[in-house]
């Protein structure tokens, strides 16, 4: 009797113990932290980071060349306006220099005087900001006063024919100067053709 109560008891105090090493074994796997899989939010995240940087790199490449479009357009702008303003003072300079001339004691346009005043009526139609000034001279023979007036004709007469042609006569203003400016001071016939003239000022 006394070695059956030992037996059960021995088997009571290891059944305890089962019982007990279980329970713990079960409260260490429910206190277990869970375990997280966190490689697909790292991808997420660098695939976002990715794209970020690929907008942004877009949008610099972007600006840049949109700041080179503009720099060439400025400067074919600024180049084709100092090549319009070379090319206008060229005109201006040629339609100044060429003069036209007349026979002795006339004032009537030759056919060479006709077609340069042409070609000027249609410089100042194209540029309406400019007007023009005609100025008559003689060479040295005849009076002052006479020379004043047949100046003075030759420049109407070229006002007249521009005019003509289009150009309002408001743009048109001429005066006479006789023999007062001749461009060659000789006395022959060579110097005298040369003086005969109508010059040609332009005003804006």
Request: net charge neutral.
């Amino acid at each position: 009797m006394k070695r059956t109560i030992i037996i059960l008891l021995v088997f009571g105090f290891v059944l305890s113990s089962f019982l007990f090493t279980a329970s713990c074994a079960k409260k260490q796997v429910k206190e277990q932290a869970p375990v997280i899989d966190t490689s697909a939010a790292d991808r997420e995240r660098a695939a976002k980071e990715a794209a970020e940087r690929a907008a942004r790199e877009a949008a610099e490449k972007e600006r840049l060349a949109k700041e080179a479009a503009e720099r060439a357009a400025r400067e074919a702008a600024e180049r084709a306006a100092r090549e319009a303003a070379e090319k206008l003072r060229q005109e201006i300079s040629a339609f100044e220099s060429q003069n036209i001339f007349f026979d002795y004691d006339k004032a009537e346009l030759k056919p060479e005087a006709r077609d340069i005043l042409t070609r000027k009526a249609a410089f100042l139609q194209a540029n309406s900001d400019y007007n023009i000034r005609i100025e008559g001279h003689c060479d040295e023979r005849g009076t002052n006063e006479y020379n004043l007036a047949l100046g003075e004709r030759r420049a109407t007469a070229a006002s007249k024919f521009i005019s003509a042609l289009g150009v309002s006569q408001n743009r048109i203003s001429t005066v006479s100067y006789g023999e007062e400016r001749p461009v060659d001071a000789g006395h022959n016939e060579d110097a005298w053709s040369k003086n005969r003239r109508d010059e040609f000022k332009l005003i804006k």
